[in-house]
């Protein structure tokens, strides 16, 4: 006669699996992690490169964060009333020629363009413009301290004191913790160049009569990212936690590795450069 299980055997299979599965699960969302990261870094060298490239074809001069054009100043029949913009995820495709490595795998909000293209991405580069001229999606914030706002001068690459320390590129962050919405195409300097504040821990410059700049500890960005309703302290719009409590930089000299946010946020190697621009701009004056 055949033996069945009992109901306390049955019991016992049953939780050993459930231990098991809980004692899985973890480790196979990590090993998943851990391949999206890799990936990720991937990505950067990818665009560490392609920056690196687009400087030597550009006699050492850097693109801007985004190029858009101010009509009360200039008139570009190809970007009717300046509507659109030009991006640096758009000037880097020549180099990488691939849209997919501008998206971290582990990137569920990337940024999509404000003006759409009509026929996707046939319609980028063609003239007059139709559409924001940038990658259909794209998860990192470029440093204004190497790549600035189309408001600014392009920057040489000679200005660098150590371009293997120099940050270009990193992984943006979507939202703040409470909800709010990081500005989409803006790009991160890690300290507000107009100041400092009374709070602020100042940093001496290499760069020949610049004097000291702001600086912004690990402590102080923490602080920002729990508290602040808004994305005017930049360093926030950095994604520094996005994987296992670090994040993948792309470097001025062409090469990509992973940080932990103290690590570039160091006064003595202070990886988000040196303040390139002038030091007056409204929008960031005063101490918050």
Known sequence: MRRAFTL?????????????????????AQAKEAAKKTSCLSNDKQIATALYMY?????DMLCQTSWEQDPAFSYNPNNPAGTYQVHWTFLMQPYIKNWDMFKCPSDSEPVKPKKACPNGIADLGKVPMVCDWQAPAYSYVASYNAMPAHDWAPVSMTSFGSPADTIMVTERRAKLP??????????VSGFNPTQPCPSWTLVN???????QYAFITPDQ??????????????????????HTGGANYSYADGHAKYRKLDQTLNPNKYEYGEKWYPGLMPWTAGCP
Do not use: C, M
């Open 178 to 187: 409470n909800g709010t919405v990081i500005g989409q195409h803006k790009g």
């Open 205 to 211: 410059s290499t760069s020949p009569g610049a004097g």
């Open 221 to 242: 960005a923490k602080t920002h990212l729990a508290n602040d309703t808004n994305d005017k302290f930049d360093i926030v719009r950095v994604n520094w936690d996005r």
């Open 8 to 28: 306390i055997e049955l019991l016992v299979v049953i939780a050993i699996i459930a231990i098991l599965a809980a004692i899985l699960f973890p480790v196979f």
């Open 55 to 59: 400087a030597s074809d550009y006699d």
